[in-house]
C-alpha cells in the first residue's frame, strides 16, 4: 500500500442527521481498513456546486502530498453526467463531472481528468441514486489502497467547467469583482485580492480608494472583524487575502442584503 495515498477528505451537501456519510465511510473503510478520513464539510448547501467548489479551493492545498478528495454536491446523480477522477502533480480528486472541480482545474498542476468507468471497483448494487456510495467511495479507498490511477478509468477531456470569475482593473483607477461566497457568519467574501490592490497603488502612485457594493460605500480596510464598532459594516482582508464585506458580530448578508454574484467596485485617487 502507498501510504502517500492514505488520506480522504470529504466535502458534501448531505448533512449530518441521515445515514449519506456513515455509509460513505463504512464502504471505504470496508475496503481498506488502514485509510484515513477526514471531513471537511457535510454543510454545503443543498445542490450548490459552487459553493463545494469554492470550500474545496481553499482546503485542499492544506493537506499532504497525495491526498484524495471526495467531493459530492450531485443534483445531477444518476443521469448521464460522468464521475470523473481529476489528477494533479501531487493529488487526486474524485467528483461528479458537473464544474464541481473548476477551480482545480486552474491549478498550475493540474494534469488531467479521466472518467471513472471501471466496474468491477464499484459497489455490486442495482439503484442509481447513491453514486457516493457506490461509485466515489469505493474508487476513493481502492485508490488509497494503491490501485494505479489509469486502473480506475480512461482518460477525456470534454469535462465540465465554470469561469471562475477574476477581478479586473478597469479605466486605469477602478478595479471590479464580485463576492463569491458568503459563509455561515454572513461574511460576504470577494474575489479581490490584497495583492489586486498592491499592484494598482504600486503600478500608478494612488495612497487612497473606496470600495463601494450596492449602495455601500467604505473608505478603508479595517485591520481585524473587532476594529470597527459592534453592529458596524466594514471591509477586511481575509486569511486567503481577499477582501471580505463584514458586519461586526452581526450578518452582512441580511444588514446589507448581500449575496453572491454581487458586484464589487474600488476607485482609486
Known sequence: MDLRKNLVTLTT???T???FVGAMKGVMYGINPDVNIVDISHEVPSHDIWGAAYLLSNTY???????INVV???PGVGSQRRPILAVTDKRYFIAPDNGVLSFIFNDPEFSRVLHINAEHYFLPVQGSTFHARDIFAPCAAWLSKGVEVDKIGDEITDYAKFSVPVSKLE???MLTGEVLYVDKFGNSITNISYEDIKKVVEGSGYSNFNISVKEHTFNNVS???????RGEPGVVVN??????IYVNQGDARRVLGLKRGEKVKLVFG
Open 72 to 74: 459530492v454536491v450531485d
Open 171 to 173: 479605466s486605469g483607477n
Open 13 to 15: 451537501d448531505f448533512g
Open 17 to 19: 442527521r441521515d445515514y
Open 239 to 244: 486569511g486567503n487575502g481577499f477582501l471580505e
Open 223 to 229: 485591520p481585524y472583524y473587532a476594529s470597527i464598532n
Open 61 to 67: 492545498r492544506y493537506f499532504p502530498e497525495y491526498t
